[in-house]
């Protein structure tokens, strides 16, 4: 039975600090035994980052010594284009797989910003996951090709903004939404600043496992796969 873990973080403007934040909450997570620990969307900040910056590598490194997965958010600059990415590095401290958000939400996204255009689940050593980002959760069709290929769990780093015309309401809704009619597990994980809601969920279909709100913090769920393959098997939605 896995462990995840989500680190709800503050969020500065500069890197260095952001990296610290997340080697601490890998070492938290790690000491509650999670089999990964997800990261909001952007947590590097919005610094320009190659993969194979020094950061990065120190993050790889934390992973590799305490043999746990994660997923962090950065601004990836590749081939002179910019892409709000998800990087999900695994226990031995490789990049597994580098997810680039397809939907930008308007007006809210770098201008230099440029959209990805294809995702896909990922097998891990304790189940199979998929990685969208932030305003990917208002388009269930891709969400639902995730789960139709097999993904189990979703996990979806976001940076929810206050300022947008969108309800909080809408924000709350969608975790659960989205694990309902997935037959998943749905992990989104927020940061921690002034200007977004500051909350996080853990999902299973039927109801909110586990959440934080309006704090920086860990929390933790361990989930039961064998409940999702018998809740598809019965309920046959995704056919």
Same mark, same amino acid.
């Given at each position: 039975?896995?462990?995840?873990?989500?680190?709800?973080?503050?969020?500065?403007?500069?890197?260095?600090?952001?990296?610290?934040?997340?080697?601490?909450? @890998?070492? %938290?997570? !790690?000491?509650?035994? #999670?089999? =990964?620990?997800?990261? +909001?969307?952007?947590? &590097?900040?919005?610094?320009?980052?190659?993969?194979?910056?020094?950061?990065?590598?120190?993050?790889?490194?934390?992973?590799?010594?305490?043999?746990?997965?994660?997923?962090?958010?950065?601004?990836?600059?590749?081939?002179?284009?910019?892409?709000?990415?998800?990087?999900?590095?695994?226990?031995?401290?490789?990049?597994?797989?580098?997810?680039?958000?397809?939907?930008?939400?308007?007006?809210?996204?770098?201008?230099?910003?440029?959209?990805?255009?294809?995702?896909?689940?990922?097998?891990?050593?304790?189940?199979?996951?998929?990685?969208?980002?932030?305003?990917?959760?208002?388009?269930?069709?891709? @969400?639902? %090709?995730? !789960?139709?290929?097999? #993904?189990? =769990?979703?996990?979806? +780093?976001?940076?929810? &903004?206050?300022?947008?015309?969108?309800?909080?309401?809408?924000?709350?809704?969608?975790?659960?939404?989205?694990?309902?009619?997935?037959?998943?597990?749905?992990?989104?994980?927020?940061?921690?600043?002034?200007?977004?809601?500051?909350?996080?969920?853990?999902?299973?279909?039927?109801?909110?496992?586990?959440?934080?709100?309006?704090?920086?913090?860990?929390?933790?769920?361990?989930?039961?796969?064998?409940?999702?393959?018998?809740?598809?098997?019965?309920?046959?939605?995704?056919?």
């Amino acid at each position: 039975m896995p462990k995840i873990a989500l680190a709800q973080i503050e969020i500065s403007d500069e890197l260095d600090k952001n990296v610290e934040k997340v080697l601490k909450f @890998i070492n %938290k997570a !790690s000491a509650k035994k #999670a089999d =990964i620990v997800c990261f +909001p969307e952007s947590c &590097l900040g919005e610094n320009f980052l190659d993969m194979g910056c020094k950061e990065i590598q120190e993050i790889r490194n934390k992973c590799k010594e305490k043999s746990i997965y994660c997923i962090i958010g950065a601004h990836l600059k590749e081939k002179n284009k910019i892409y709000n990415s998800a990087i999900l590095i695994n226990r031995k401290g490789e990049v597994q797989y580098v997810y680039k958000k397809i939907h930008l939400f308007p007006g809210l996204d770098l201008k230099e910003t440029f959209p990805g255009k294809t995702n896909k689940i990922i097998e891990t050593d304790f189940g199979k996951i998929g990685i969208i980002i932030c305003w990917d959760f208002a388009f269930p069709e891709d @969400i639902k %090709k995730l !789960s139709k290929a097999g #993904a189990q =769990i979703i996990f979806c +780093p976001s940076y929810l &903004l206050k300022s947008t015309k969108i309800s909080k309401e809408v924000f709350r809704s969608y975790p659960l939404s989205r694990a309902f009619e997935n037959l998943a597990y749905f992990a989104s994980c927020d940061a921690f600043t002034e200007e977004v809601i500051s909350e996080s969920y853990i999902c299973n279909p039927a109801k909110i496992l586990k959440k934080i709100k309006h704090r920086e913090g860990l929390i933790t769920a361990d989930l039961n796969l064998e409940k999702i393959i018998r809740l598809r098997k019965f309920y046959n939605c995704l056919n």
